[in-house]
């Protein structure tokens, strides 16, 4: 895999957006306010989505994470892959641009909204969350990856500005998205939980895991719950694979039988925007997960370490003083 870039095996695929937890700082005359992902806070991150099972952690292609990635061992380096998602972002603003001159947003990018003085404070809020989440889905969908996501909040955003909208290819592309995410029902699978080791331990064992031809047929099995023609034999292969692992010799003190509950589409529904089709002729749809608990456990280690920052945003004036973590 040349310089850590997808292609992909197919295996448990997590797309982390967010690469890594935001210090905040004020000068010494405390006037002036700093921000900057700390990422000395990414390797926290990639230790805790590594004991829930991810086997590949792509993240955006970007120069000063691969710089970054050359300061952590080996082991956790490999198991990040870049993906580029330029493309992507210009199907997004293509799906998004009639919504976007319809509510008048005053400028929009994958970084920022900007809304005009005066703009509707509930509106902002929906068209940010169908932005953001429509760029995020489509990131999951175009790479196979499994995606953190709030459906909820999603569809609450489409039924409200589809309720305002009055251009018709605004309402079109809001009716074939909730099209989309009302395929989606959460479902409940057996899953591993492994138990808590110090992060050099975690990481042997998780190369021990990876070596086992039956964590592999698992790590597959998960993948497959995208795609829903496979669903039902997809979790029944899964129950199946969790419990022979969980009682091999080798692994039996090391892990646990846990429950998981993710969102997967029981269909693929078919579009009715264009720009859609290349896509779902995939007939993959990416499972939506939650990794909120190795998050909040990754960000309770990095700030019980306080390790030394690592700036993202360039380099921090050297009159900063952290605020403590």
């Keep these: 895999m040349k310089n850590n870039e997808a292609n992909f095996p197919i295996f448990n695929r997590i797309y982390l957006k967010e690469i890594g937890f935001f210090r905040f700082g004020k000068s010494r005359n405390g006037r002036t306010k700093a921000v900057s992902i700390d990422l000395s806070s990414f390797t926290f991150i990639i230790e805790e989505l590594i004991s829930v099972g991810a086997v590949d952690i ?51 990018s994958p970084n920022f909204m900007r809304f005009k003085s005066g703009f509707s404070e509930k509106h902002g809020n929906a068209l940010s969350s169908l932005y953001f989440g429509l760029i995020d889905f489509l990131v999951g969908l175009e790479n196979g990856l499994q995606i953190e996501f709030n459906l909820k909040k999603f569809k609450d955003s489409i039924l409200m500005l589809r309720d305002s909208c009055k251009n018709q290819k605004s309402r079109v592309n809001l009716a074939t998205l909730l099209g989309l995410f009302q395929a989606y029902k959460p479902s409940e699978l057996d899953s591993l939980a492994l138990k808590s080791y110090a992060p050099e331990r975690l990481i042997s064992i998780f190369q021990e895991f990876v070596e086992d031809e039956t964590y592999r047929k698992l790590s597959k099995e998960t993948h497959l719950l995208g795609f829903p023609a496979f669903l039902n034999r997809t979790k029944i292969q899964i129950k199946r694979l969790v419990k022979r692992i969980a009682e091999k010799k080798r692994f039996k003190n090391l892990i646990k039988i846990a429950s998981k509950t993710i969102s997967v589409a029981t269909e693929v529904p078919v579009p009715d925007v264009d720009l859609l089709d290349p896509l779902l002729n995939k007939k993959f749809l990416p499972p939506i997960i939650s990794y909120k ?9 990095w700030k019980s370490e306080n390790p030394d920052f690592q700036g993202y945003y360039g380099t921090i004036e050297k009159d900063i003083e952290w605020e403590e973590l």
């Design 293 to 301: 608990k190795a998050r909040d456990k990754a960000y309770e280690k």
């Design 58 to 108: 792509a993240v955006n292609k970007d120069k000063i994470v691969k710089d970054y990635l050359k300061k952590i061992p080996d082991s956790l380096r490999k198991r990040i892959c870049f993906i580029n998602p330029t493309k992507i972002y210009k199907r997004a603003n293509l799906l998004f641009q009639p919504i976007a001159e319809e509510f008048e947003v005053d400028d929009y």
